[in-house]
């Protein structure tokens, strides 16, 4: 096992909700001592493309820079090389497990996974190891309960307020899972 926790997020077209989280993440994880990755994909991304603008728009009202992304496909490889999988939707839970059904332990919805993260408190381990934010999501999994998980709406298409929202509820649920994987600081 690498000597880094990777979380990929995953949606669509990986050129707006798993592409804003991607950045959004990273603003969260950038002070942290814990040695972690962040990549975001699309279970039908439209590889190579960048991220909507309005997302882009709205990631700048927040003082984020989302330019740089370029769209991917979620892949075997992908999937196997993360600690986490934080999905949007259900559907896309679904498209990770079946590339490799060993990876339904540590695939989430987003929204699912900082419900049951929050409750995971793995004392034993120090908070800024990578041991401890596996243990995590171990318990995480065992947790579940398998019921309609909660999902992130998908403002592609609407007006700019939509992203805006969207972009909220990503740094809401981000800072519940990334706070349980941190630990308390």
Aim: proline content about 5%; charged content about 20%; aromatic content about 4%.
């Amino acid at each position: 096992m690498s000597g880094e926790f990777r979380i990929l997020l995953v949606c669509t077209a990986n050129i707006c909700r798993s592409a804003m989280a991607e950045v959004i993440a990273g603003a969260m994880l950038h002070p942290s001592a814990l040695p972690v990755a962040t990549g975001s994909a699309g279970v039908r991304a439209l590889v190579g493309h960048p991220m909507a603008p309005h997302a882009v728009a709205a990631l700048d009202r927040l003082g984020l820079d989302g330019r740089a992304h370029r769209a991917r496909m979620l892949d075997l490889g992908l999937v196997r090389s993360a600690d986490l999988l934080l999905t949007m939707e259900a559907g896309h839970r679904a498209v990770a497990a079946g590339l490799d059904p060993a990876a339904e332990h540590k695939t989430f919805t987003l929204p699912e996974f900082a419900e049951l993260a929050s409750g995971a408190g793995h004392r034993r381990y120090r908070s800024d190891t990578v041991e401890r934010a596996r243990a995590i999501v171990q318990s995480a999994a065992e947790r579940r309960d398998h019921r309609r998980a909660l999902e992130v709406y998908d403002p592609y298409g609407g007006p700019p307020e939509g992203y805006e929202a969207c972009a909220k509820t990503l740094g809401e649920a981000l800072s519940h899972a990334l706070g349980a994987l941190l630990g308390p600081r």
